[in-house]
């Protein structure tokens, strides 16, 4: 039986109504209640009214391939629960747990494995799987291995599907590549989000995409064509197709502070997702690990391959809402859309986003300088600042 939690004296931060101060009694790993008083016991008081803190519905990461020396491509149940026991430090309560560009074999043993794993109290909750790869183009590899590049295959990724157990949630792709266009249709009739991803498209091949069902845009301006004025690419696409969701990495080194504020001053916090793109140093001392059997050197700010190109990231979710907050000046319902509304709605998940009842008790606690304080996964306590 979970203990039963009650929360006062809390600013309660939604993405579409007015945040308030008030009180959160969570039973049974959900929000039983939320409102301005609630007088009853529970097994845990935790009183925030003399602290400035602030209740977001947990962070929800759909781009995080790992962390704290684990990756999803490792292929074990050790690996898993290492990155579900680590996010809740940053605030993170749910993940997409992200592959790369990779074998078959690889691809799949990581997927079989996915499949069999079930979060443990305390620790963040896989969500699904993110198929970053192998369906993109060479022209926009970055870190994923150019060798291990496939063709669009419908029958390759229903036989991953199945071996997921129909997990997988959401696939970066591109879209100019061979039987992309048709993949991508498929996809999404079958209710897989279709990612443009690692791509050299032109405007107008974004566009056929997105009437083909292409709906979401991986780590904006990061490995795919940047804009110019004569030929906007992928990069002006994602800035103008309303209907794109788009993901960005706000450590400041994948996009400059400017870049980040353009994106959110053209989408708006409703079509712009925070997500890490973490890889398995995130949260380790710098030094060289491994991505997809090659080297990244990590520093204390960024992991790079050997020729300098990015690998992927050690950013944090806190991180990201900081840095985020601090160029934008963003609102607290800004944040919540970016943070996990908009990923709980474009995943389907009707229980994650916001703090009402009969909600997921996924909450993480922030104070005032958007510091992580103490995280709740599912009605479990999953992490408290010391």
């Known amino acids: 039986m979970k203990k039963s939690i009650l929360i006062s004296g809390i600013t309660i931060a939604d993405a579409v109504e007015e945040s308030f101060t008030g009180d959160i009694l969570i039973e049974g790993g959900k929000i039983s209640r939320a409102a301005a008083n609630i007088d009853c016991k529970a097994d845990i008081h935790i009183d925030a009214a003399a602290e400035n803190w602030t209740a977001f519905p947990g962070f929800i990461d759909v781009h995080i391939h790992g962390a704290a020396g684990h990756d999803a491509m490792d292929a074990t149940s050790e690996a898993l629960s290492g990155i579900a026991g680590t996010l809740p430090k940053e ?14 074999s690889a691809i799949s043993a990581a997927l079989q494995n996915i499949q069999k794993f079930s979060a443990q109290e305390g620790q963040a ?29 419908y029958p390759l990724f229903r ?33 897989v989000i279709a990612s ?22 991986t780590h904006l301006y990061n490995q795919m064509s940047p804009f110019h004025h004569r030929n906007p690419g992928v990069v002006g696409a994602a800035l103008t197709e309303e209907g794109l969701m788009v993901e960005i990495i706000a450590d400041f080194i994948h996009s400059h502070p400017a870049s980040v504020q353009m994106a959110f001053r053209q989408k708006g916090a409703d079509r712009l997702m925070l997500i890490t793109d973490a890889m398995r140093a995130k949260g380790l001392p710098p030094g060289v690990y491994d991505l997809g059997g090659q080297d990244v050197q990590v520093t204390k700010k960024d992991a790079r391959l050997a020729d300098g190109t990015l ?52 909450v993480a606690i922030l104070d005032d300088n958007f510091n992580v304080q103490l995280t709740i996964c599912r009605g479990t306590i999953a992490y408290t600042k010391e």
């Not at 909750?125 to 295959?153: C, K, M, T, W």
């Not at 959401?170 to 039987?179: C, M, Q, R, S, V």
């Not at 970016?338 to 009969?358: D, I, P, Q, V, Y």
């Open 159 to 191: 036989k991953w599907q199945k071996l997921s157990g129909n997990k997988i949630r959401l696939i970066t792709l591109a879209p100019e590549t061979k039987n992309a266009m048709v993949f991508i249709k498929r996809l999404t009739d079958n209710g």
């Open 91 to 104: 605030g993170t309560t749910s993940f997409l747990a992200t592959t790369m560009t990779q074998t078959d």
């Open 125 to 153: 909750e896989l969500l699904g799987v993110h198929l970053e790869g192998p369906f993109i183009s060479d022209q926009r590899a970055g870190a994923q291995p150019i060798e291990h590049i496939a063709e669009a295959s």
């Open 196 to 217: 443009i991803g690692h791509s050299d498209a032109t405007l107008e091949e974004v566009q056929a995409a997105i009437r083909s069902g292409a709906s979401h845009v």
């Open 311 to 362: 690998a992927g990231s050690i950013l944090t979710m806190d991180t990201a809402v900081r840095n985020v907050q601090s160029i934008t000046g963003c609102s607290l319902n800004e944040l919540v859309a970016m943070t996990s509304a908009n990923a709980a709605k474009e995943l389907g998940f009707a229980n994650k986003g916001h703090l009402h009842a009969g909600a997921d008790a996924d």
